[in-house]
């Protein structure tokens, strides 16, 4: 696979999350554990993802928190018993919107040129 690839299904992953928690606020999400289990295994995604991006790729943009991206997988996949959702509820407020905005602008540069434009 391609970076561009893994950056899609970074950019699918963080759009299911945002139809799963939008309109919703934390006391729901702390509720609901199938919203839970949802939002928790796309970010597992997301990590994953930003894991198998290549060591170019990466170093050339750093302005992003890859490794940051990869260890919340793993914390989210290792730690599975000791989950702070609260931290989890952060993680969709705080990072996802400034992730998806970065991810969106990455795959725009990756684009090959639009011929005759």
């Known amino acids: 696979m391609r970076d561009a690839d893994y950056l899609r299904h970074m950019l699918e992953a963080i759009e299911r999350v945002r139809d799963y928690t939008?309109?919703?606020?934390?006391?729901?999400?702390?509720r609901e554990r199938m919203m839970q289990d949802a939002v928790i295994r796309n970010i597992e995604i997301i990590g994953e993802a930003a894991n198998r991006l290549s060591p170019a790729f990466v170093a050339a943009h750093d302005e992003v928190a890859?490794?940051?991206?990869?260890?919340?997988?793993?914390?989210?996949?290792?730690?599975?018993?000791?989950?702070?959702l609260n931290?989890?509820?952060?993680?969709?407020?705080?990072?996802?919107p400034a992730l998806e905005n970065a991810v969106r602008l990455l795959l725009e540069r990756m684009a090959p040129p639009t011929p005759g434009v």
Do not use: P, Q
Request: glycine share 8%; net charge positive; charged share 25%.
């Open 87 to 96: 931290t989890v509820w952060n993680v969709v407020e705080r990072e996802l």
């Open 22 to 30: 939008d309109g919703k606020a934390r006391t729901e999400f702390l």
């Open 66 to 84: 890859w490794s940051a991206i990869a260890g919340m997988r793993h914390r989210l996949i290792h730690g599975y018993m000791t989950v702070n």
